[in-house]
């Protein structure tokens, strides 16, 4: 176990070299290329202006695309990991590859559409109802593959005086989708402001990996996520306020269907919206607006949805919503391995 541990931690710290070698040429790149935060009137769906370019109007011209050289240090360092020790690629890896390949893909379209402000009609102006609907297509394809190929087929729903697992059988398919999706968006909403999603999901991620040791696929969900938190530290470290760097669309649609993958590897998917309970509270807050505005015509509940930017148009500094933000992530990360571990 000592010896498993080490190398996972090696390659953790090989990672974050790896990303922190590369970030700042990284980053001059996308100056070059022009991948930056691009100048947009902000109108809901109502056609009203919004808060938030008063808010955050200063940071147009910041690169975005840290999640691409994410998700490049997590694919390069998990298939040497691979390569030099007796860990070989199996289904659950695979899985967690498809994962972040074609929602990275989907997210990759969209920030390339929004740089280079592709009007919305024809093959590259996808209106964003039907971009919700091509990320139905991934997610019932690794739902699928869960069920086939890994043969989970079942639940766990934890309670302080123990559990209950359902079977599902077929079920678990469309399930399996509608938990891919919801986290895939809801992380998109929390990547708003500087650090949040990237804290945040480091937090995550140190719950799944604290969570998956008795899972029979442990090892390679832990090699996974020991990949992403490397990389993901020198991304943070250039994405807290003031950011140099976002992460965008490509790392935002990847890692939240990421984190519903491995909650369902570790039969975890009633514990992912504790852990991640900030996502879900963005999420619904965002909903929640949505709804208000559309059937009490135009009236809000927030000044401006999601909550973080709420929070800012109170009069919050940007740091002090992170902070908060992070240390109820933090709460929720103990309340989620209490309730996932406590036994009588």
């Known amino acids: 176990m ?3 541990s080490g190398k996972l931690f090696g390659i953790l710290l090989a990672s974050m070299g790896f990303s922190g070698i590369l970030i ?3 980053i001059n790149l996308l100056y070059k290329l022009k991948f930056r935060q691009p100048q947009n009137l902000s109108i809901d ?6 808060l938030y370019n008063k808010l955050h109007g200063w940071k147009v011209g910041t690169p975005i695309g840290g999640g691409i050289l994410t998700v490049f240090s997590a694919f390069l360092f998990t298939l040497i990991f691979y390569a030099f020790t007796s860990f070989r690629m199996n289904w659950t890896s695979t899985i967690l590859f498809v994962t972040l390949f074609s929602f990275g893909l989907l997210g990759f379209y969209d920030d390339v559409r929004k740089f280079f402000k592709l009007e919305a009609k024809g093959l590259l102006g996808l209106r964003i109802r039907f971009k919700f609907l091509l990320q ?3 997610a019932f394809l690794i739902g699928y593959l869960l069920f086939r190929y890994m043969e989970i087929d079942s639940v766990t729903v934890p309670y302080l005086l123990g559990e209950r697992t359902f079977r599902l059988g077929w079920l678990f398919v469309p399930i399996a989708a509608v938990l891919i999706v919801f986290f895939c968006n809801a992380f998109n909403i929390t990547d708003g402001m500087d650090g949040l999603s990237g804290g945040l999901l480091v937090i995550t991620l140190v719950g799944l990996w604290v969570l998956s040791g008795s899972c029979v696929h442990h090892g390679d969900i832990e090699l996974f996520i020991a990949t992403l938190v490397g990389a ?6 250039f994405n807290i306020y003031p950011a140099r760097l976002f992460m965008g669309d490509t790392g935002a649609l990847a890692f939240g269907a990421m984190l519903a993958v491995v909650a369902l590897m570790i039969d975890q998917a009633f514990i992912l919206p504790i852990l991640g309970g900030v996502f879900v509270v963005e999420a619904f807050s965002s909903l929640i607006q949505w709804a208000s505005m559309w059937l009490r015509d135009g009236k809000k509940v927030f000044l401006i949805a999601p909550l973080h930017h709420h929070f800012e148009a109170l009069g919050w500094d940007e740091t002090k919503v992170t902070m908060r933000f992070w240390l109820a992530g933090i ?3 103990f309340i989620a391995l209490f ?5 009588f």
Do not use: D, E, R, S
């Open 232 to 237: 993901l530290i020198p991304f943070l470290y």
């Open 24 to 26: 700042i040429p990284f």
């Open 2 to 4: 000592g010896v498993v």
């Open 331 to 333: 709460v929720l990360l």
């Open 136 to 138: 139905w297509v991934p």
């Open 339 to 343: 309730i996932a571990t406590f036994q």
């Open 45 to 50: 769906f109502k056609g009203q202006k919004t």
